[in-house]
């Protein structure tokens, strides 16, 4: 078998960067042994870290819809300095609001593990009631742009090169009128540029804000989405010229959902971006990439609309995964309290099955509002386990007469490789057992020591940023794709590590979760395995590209090669 | 971000039937054979009883009706009639007698029983709740009193009192498996799986031939993914129990789980066969016509299941607002409103019921009680409604007719046609009335006079469907224009898919002579209505051939 060295374009980044002052990176040492889920402990490093920041929900007593929302988080390597700094979104002061100025967005930079609030220096400026964001290099010059979706216009903040921002919505064309939550980027027509889905909430309007509770009792509380109508979502497809176009009707993504949550995902492995999106009390969407710029709603047919008894369930966050690892993307959506979270297996032939009862993940989750979702691997043992983020949106449960708590305890169901998880969040050290208001989940390397760690916001709250000790027991390989053409990323690449006749699949993606994005490197637990045999790269320009014995325990930044496909 | 739903409890209680066999309380007559002209009460009744362990139906009822006749205040005679009319599902009847029964002879513990059983069945669960819990304090060593509370409280999903109640139940009577298999559903009610499964698995050893137990408990397995034991117990409730639809769709679920398309296609179909507004099973035989590519099946069972949650999201809407809003009658009376036009007509019934409970001043609402429940045959409660309504407003020329139906369809001709034509009074343009008055005139046999009557009412609304079928009736007593009868019959019918219309179109097969027609129609009529005793007599007279028209 031939070594990486052999005539391949690839550069061996060293995952340890410089060691400034404060820096709480541990040496990538792993030790022997899959299961060292007992020594996985998840500790909340926010304010250690330098995130000072307290999510601003703007609420007055007059329970405007918007106040349960809530906002997600962005880690991206906005400066190219290969860690992945973080973007916060925050609300805003509603009328009735009679408070002191509550916080704004920021933007902290990592330097070494340690979080720097540069928001100013950046020329961010909150224009309104922020909700999600979505990084990628939308202009294609080599450094990341954020979408910030908000009730009012969205920002697109174009990256100057240089440790600034500039607003340019406008001018691109992406303000967006509807009231919008997650996005995502993703090249879906293939030709070379982001383009940009954009998922819109509800008609609603503060001016118009319904009573909506207990009436007679006068408690009040947020009115459900039944009580507005749904808004349509917009795809904007980017003009190569900074430019995008709303090609929303024509292809064929035009409905009018509740839209909460948006994933893009090759589920059907024909080597187009896919795209599902949770609605709240409507029906979910899968849209079939048919490959000629337009999109085929398959939802329905596929199984992965509704419940397994059919009934509309109220979608909040979605992701694709492979959890069992048998080359399929599958899919999971968190939803609304009594409802269990939807878990559905990939069958590989178009259509998905509903196991969240049968993977032992639904039923623990019914008590439970989720939001944000991820599928990651947490103590590196080679299986995607799954974390959700949950927390109720009513603070007045008992005057309402239900049943349930507002702050909740987040989840780790851990992948048993049976087809089964266990919940194990209680035994991962106390951060993990926090009851709070979550919303938003984040997952990167921050620390680069080559586990995974989560950023969980908290609507009206403080965030945690929940340092994973121990995961890098198990090997690991993080890959950091570098493409040809110059973009500061390579979304919708696909990368498959092999280790004997075990295969995990990862795709590089922009949004997922809820209002939320992941850093754009990969990562894959190795478990026992001191190598990957074999990594296959899909890049976006539709090249393959393939190497070989490649090293566990490093981040690895992969060129794409200019000219045909890298051999063997 | 909703309030939660309710599951759809498509789970059944245990027992054999849905509602129960009701208890009969059997003297022993010492001597066989029986006179249908006893002298006394005392043996009419001990005759009548007699003839209902011997299953003579119609003879019984003469006994025991010839004993009330002799001795009206004797409680058991009634308490034995009331009791064969609700095995008869003759509900109305049933009631009169057991109330009667009741009454007179407080300590007959088996009608107090029954009069529960009937109350439960006629939705008026409190009621029936309020019955038994007397029964248990005066009773307390009863296993079925307990039973039957714990079933009621079941119904009103009061399940820790139904627990408590069941357990009462075991504790008097351990070997009580359908009482088991009971307290298993309501912990399955309350989430609580685990002990569910263990009073199930109690039950099933107990009893194996208990369906519901085997069904429920499969159906546990099937959720949690023990695909393989869940098979067996469902197969075999559904061969106890071939119309077990839970223990059927759960079993499709396990065959889809299995990808065994093809026979998840043949369950699911046999599901929507049975309950056509079964969500899930629309929506997972959808998918399961996808998987076998018959895409056109599966879109067109995908409309079906949308059309559905479409209706149960508005009728959800309407609930939760009732229940934010729990002391306006008028929520409940919008609840209603809604349910009924979707069909729904228990829960219409039990909202239009909320809705007089709160405000008995709502005339809107107890107007629509009593045309509800006249339309579902309800009689006697129609009456009581209909009175209730005009109280309220007796200047309703509608209300008088709805009245005025009620007393026609008890027997009370005079008092219907007094009714008839105070509705006339108030509006002479009421097509519905001069409809009824038609039909009294036809019931005396008086057809021309009811011709005009029915000519009259469909001159002021060509739509009057009783009009219609009254046209029919007159040419089919006359034996003439039989196909016009007919014809007259199905316009009828699509105007309002009424039972009585199919009797109608039975009669005129009949007396064209087209018996197989004949035999089909009336089918339909005792689908639609299968406690119409007329619809029986005219089965009975077209299977025996007897005074056909050729």
Redesign the interface.
């Known amino acids: 078998m031939r070594r990486a060295s052999l005539a391949l374009c690839v550069e061996l980044a060293l995952a340890l960067g410089s060691l400034a002052a404060g820096c709480r990176r541990t040496p990538s040492t792993p030790t022997s042994g899959v299961d060292g889920n007992a020594a996985v402990q998840f500790v909340d490093v926010a304010e250690a870290s330098g995130i000072h920041f307290t999510h601003f929900d703007g609420r007055s007593g007059r329970k405007y819809v918007l106040e349960i929302v809530g906002s997600g988080a962005t880690f991206f390597d906005y400066d190219g300095d290969a860690d992945p700094d973080i973007y916060l979104v925050n609300g805003a002061a509603l009328p009735g609001y009679e408070g002191p100025p509550g916080s704004t967005d920021r933007l902290y930079e990592n330097r070494g593990g340690s979080f720097t609030d540069v928001t100013e220096k950046a020329g961010i400026r909150q224009s309104a009631y922020g909700h999600g964001c979505a990084a990628g290099d939308y202009d294609g010059d080599g450094d990341l742009d954020l979408y910030v979706t908000r009730f009012g216009d969205n920002a697109l903040y174009r990256n100057n090169g240089n440790g600034t921002f500039t607003d340019v919505a406008k001018e691109a064309g992406v303000t967006e009128p509807n009231w919008s939550t997650s996005c995502a980027f993703a090249d879906y027509d293939l030709d070379g540029d982001l383009d940009l889905y954009v998922v819109n909430y509800l008609e609603f309007s503060v001016a118009e804000n319904p009573w909506c509770g207990l009436k007679e009792k006068g408690f009040r509380a947020y009115c459900e989405p039944n009580n507005f109508p749904g808004q349509p979502d917009a795809l904007y497809r980017n003009n190569g010229n900074g430019t995008f176009t709303n090609v929303t009707k024509e292809a064929g993504v035009l409905d009018r959902g509740k839209g909460l949550g948006v994933v893009w995902g090759d589920y059907d492995n024909d080597g187009d971006p896919d795209l599902y999106v949770a609605n709240d009390s409507t029906e979910n969407l899968l849209y079939r990439n048919r490959g000629n710029g337009t999109f085929e709603e398959v939802g329905f047919a596929s199984g992965v609309a509704v419940s397994q008894d059919g009934v509309v369930q109220n979608g909040m966050g979605t992701a694709f995964g492979d959890w069992n690892n048998d080359g399929w993307l599958d899919l999971i959506v968190t939803n609304y309290a009594k409802q269990m979270n939807s878990l559905y297996r990939n069958d590989g032939d178009g259509f998905f099955t509903d196991v969240s009862t049968s993977s032992r993940t639904g039923a623990v989750s019914y008590p439970e509002v989720g939001w944000g979702t991820e599928f990651f691997d947490y103590d590196n043992d080679g299986w995607l386990d799954i974390f959700v983020a949950n927390g109720h949106l009513h603070d007045n449960l008992a005057d309402l007469g239900q049943e349930g708590t507002y702050g909740q305890r987040n989840f780790l169901f851990k992948n048993r490789r049976d087809g089964t998880f266990d919940e194990i969040s209680n035994q991962l050290g106390p951060s993990m057992r926090l009851e709070e208001v979550s919303r938003g989940a984040a997952f990167a390397d921050y620390d680069l020591d080559g586990d995974v760690d989560i950023l969980v916001t908290n609507s009206h709250g403080p965030p945690r940023l929940l340092r994973n000790d121990g995961g890098n027991r198990g090997h690991w390989l993080a890959i950091l794709l570098a493409p040809a053409n110059g973009h500061a990323d390579a979304i919708g690449a696909r990368v498959i590590a092999r280790v004997g006749s075990a295969m995990q699949l990862r795709e590089v993606r922009s949004g997922s979760g809820y209002l939320s994005q992941n850093e754009l490197k990969v990562i894959f637990g190795l478990g026992d395995a001191t190598a990957v045999d074999r990594l296959e790269i899909a890049w976006p320009s539709g090249r393959k590209q393939v190497l070989e014995h490649v090293p566990a325990n490093q981040t690895l930044t992969v060129r794409e090669p200019r000219e045909g496909t890298a051999g063997k | ?5 309710r599951k759809a409890n498509r789970r059944r209680f245990a027992g054999g039937g849905r509602w129960g066999a009701p208890l009969v309380i059997l003297l022993l007559s010492a001597a066989g054979g029986f006179s249908l002209e006893p002298q006394t009460a005392a043996d009419a009744y001990r005759d009548g009883v007699d003839a209902m362990r011997g299953g003579k139906t119609a003879d019984a009822i003469t006994l025991l009706r010839r004993a009330v006749e002799l001795d009206p205040n004797l409680g058991k005679a009634r308490g034995a009639l009331g009791t064969l009319y609700l095995q008869l599902g003759r509900l109305d009847e049933a009631e009169e007698q057991l109330r009667r029964a009741r009454e007179l002879e407080p300590g007959l513990v088996q009608v107090s029983i029954n009069l529960a059983q009937l109350c439960a069945r006629m939705d008026r669960n409190v009621e029936s709740i309020a019955i038994y819990r007397d029964v248990v304090r005066d009773h307390p060593e009863l296993a079925a009193a307990h039973a039957g509370l714990a079933a009621a409280c079941q119904r009103t999903q009061q399940y820790a009192d139904a627990i408590a109640s069941y357990r009462r139940a075991l504790e008097i009577d351990p070997n009580a498996p359908e009482s088991l298999a009971n307290l298993g559903s309501c912990h399955e009610a309350l ?1 609580q799986e685990d002990r569910a499964v263990e009073c199930y698995e109690a039950a099933i050893k107990k009893n194996p031939k208990l369906a519901m137990a085997q069904g429920n408990l499969g159906g546990i397995l099937q ?3 023990e695909m393989d034991r869940a098979i067996p117990l469902l197969e075999e409730a559904l061969r106890l129990n071939p119309e077990f639809i839970g223990a059927r769709y759960s079993l499709a ?1 396990v065959l ?2 299995k990808k065994d398309y093809g026979r998840a296609v043949k369950e699911l179909e046999a599901v929507v066969a049975r309950d056509a507004d079964h ?6 035989l ?2 399961a016509y ?2 076998v590519n018959r ?1 056109e099946d ?1 879109k067109r069972e ?1 409309e079906a ?1 949308r059309r559905l ?1 479409e209706i149960s ?1 508005e009728i959800d ?1 309407r609930q ?1 607002a009732a229940a ?5 009658s008028q929520r409940q009376l919008e609840l209603g409103i809604v349910c009924e036009r979707h069909g729904r007509t228990r829960l219409a019934i039990e909202a239009y019921r909320a809705a007089v409970a709160l405000n008995n001043g709502n005339a809107a609402a107890q107007q629509k009680l009593a045309s509800i429940l006249l339309r579902e045959g309800r009689l006697r409660e129609s009456l009581t409604a209909f009175q209730a309504a005009l109280r309220l407003d007796p200047n309703q020329a509608v209300l008088h007719a709805g009245l005025a139906d009620a007393l026609r369809l008890t027997g009370n001709a005079e008092g219907a046609a007094a009714e008839y034509q105070a509705a006339l009074r108030l509006d002479p343009r009421l097509s519905a009335a001069h409809a009824g008055i038609g039909t009294l005139f036809l019931q005396r046999g008086q057809l021309d006079m009811a011709r005009a009557a029915y000519q009259k009412a469909l001159d002021l609304d060509p739509q009057a469907h009783a009009a219609l079928d009254g046209m029919a009736r007159i040419r089919v007593a006359q034996n003439t224009d039989l196909d016009e009868a007919l014809s007259l019959a199905e316009q009828a019918l699509r105007i309002a898919p009424l039972p009585r219309y199919h009797e109608t179109i039975a009669l005129a097969h009949w007396r064209a002579g087209r018996k197989a027609e004949a035999l089909a129609a009336i089918q339909l009529a005792i689908a639609g209505d299968g406690r119409n005793a007329s619809f029986q007599r005219t089965l009975a007279q077209i299977q025996g051939g007897t005074g056909s028209g050729k």
């Open positions: 971000m909703p309030f939660p739903r989430g959720k949690r993914g679920l889809i789980e969500i899930g099973a629309h929506y997972n959808s998918r996808f998987r895409p599966g995908m299941q949650r999201d809407l939760k934010g809003e729990p002391s306006s």
